[in-house]
């Protein structure tokens, strides 16, 4: 059987709180071992990690791949072209496509495109209500059935606490958790940044914390009264951490996420980038961020998830009221949150567990996230010292819409393996690959 051996990296696995020296093989698709010292065998393809971070693939919870009905924004195939990219090996897609995502078609549509043209693994999240209209369920138990791994109504607020907590006692008895966009619309019917000084300033409408805090608060007591999984989608204000904290003491079952944006920017990014930096939730206060940060270090923010929202130059070239909310963030995930790490605000294990073995947990996919043998041959090899440009034009993702434009990182993904398969190599990892040639006993991959 041949295998592919990856060589001498520093494997950091939270998922087994392994980190060490060594190599990762795997045969078929499959890890068979993580950290032991293995000899080439003839049939076997080499990669050389040392001086690299080998880690699980990463798993993004909340991504947006347009598919089907806006495909001029992004497809299933350069979007997972693009989460390859960054590292990621598993993205769950958010159901607000046209049509959406609300019954076992549109369900089947994805999986079957992901399976043929995918490069790599796409698990469906289905809608809560139909046509993410709020009023009527979905069918949770056939919808489950079929492979919805959650059910969201993404940037679609359940604003009727009646069908909210009917929806959390069907998302029980199915077994998955339902990803909560938290949103007051009363608060928010106008407002397209953070309400603050800056928006004041700048004469735009201002949405508030409270907006999301409110809303955070009545579904964790809805959570607490049906006795059901609640994920907290793109955790933005120091309100927000605070109830997820609270609620987890409680015995909740809530989890969170926070996105790479909300835990590197404030909202001065729209003093620079106006329209490029319009997101939903909207980027807050220096304090907001701080305290996003802390919840993700102490683990009250169990995962990092990108909300991947590619958007074509039309949507966003426009006044700051009519353009669309949203950033194309799968390339520049990692690269922006190795600052944290480089400063010593986060530690690399954590960042990684939050990527790996964090959202694994949340999705009960005991084979995704980790190196255990058995488990899915999903691996990353990162260069945390190399330095790049962000390059928007660069992009595999349709959507160019970045406030990271030209903004230079430390820290790149330079290798993605998926099912035992390398689907992305950085230029100089294949510069490097053609040196190396012949080396071997068969040709390395690097």
Partial sequence: MASLIIRGGRIIDPGQNMDRIGDVVITDGKIVSAGLNHDFGGDSDVIDARGMIVCPGFIDLHAHLRDPGYENKETIVTGTRAAA???????????????????????????????????VRVLPIACVTKGEKGEVLTDFARLAHAGAVAFSDDGRPVMKSSIMRAALEAARWAGVPVIDHCEDLSLTEKGYMNEGE???????????????????????????????????AHVSTEGSVDLVRRAK???????????????????????????????????????????????????????????????????????????AFGISGFETALGSLMGLVHSGTLGLGRLIAAMTCGPARILRKP?????????????????????????????????????????????????????????????IIIARGKEAAGVANKPSLI
């Fill in 85 to 119: 990219r960054g590292g990621f090996t598993t993205v769950c897609c958010m159901p607000n496509t046209n049509p959406p995502i609300d019954d076992e078609l549109q369900l089947d549509y994805v999986k079957t495109v992901a399976l043929k043209e995918g490069l």
């Fill in 198 to 232: 800056i928006s004041h300033r700048l004469h735009i409408g201002g949405a508030p914390a409270a907006a999301e805090d409110i809303m955070v608060a009545r579904d964790l007591s809805l959570a607490e009264l049906t006795g059901s999984h609640i994920h907290i």
């Fill in 249 to 323: 003491a409680r015995g909740v079952k809530v989890t969170a996420e926070a996105t790479p944006h909300h835990l590197t920017m404030t909202e001065e990014k729209v003093l620079t980038f106006g329209t490029t930096a319009k997101v939903n939730p909207p980027l807050r206060t220096r304090s907001d961020v701080q305290a996003v940060v802390r919840g993700l270090r102490e683990g009250v923010i169990d995962a990092v998830a990108t909300d991947h929202a590619p958007h074509t130059k039309e949507d966003k070239t426009t006044d700051f009221a009519h353009a």
């Fill in 367 to 427: 084979d995704l996230g980790n190196l255990k043998p058995g488990s899915n041959g999903d691996v990353v090899l990162i260069d945390i010292d190399r330095e790049w440009v962000v390059d928007v034009s660069k992009f595999a993702s349709k959507g160019k819409n970045s406030p990271l434009e030209g903004t230079r990182l430390k820290g790149k993904v330079m290798v993605t393996v998926f099912g035992g398969k390398v689907v992305y190599q950085d230029d």
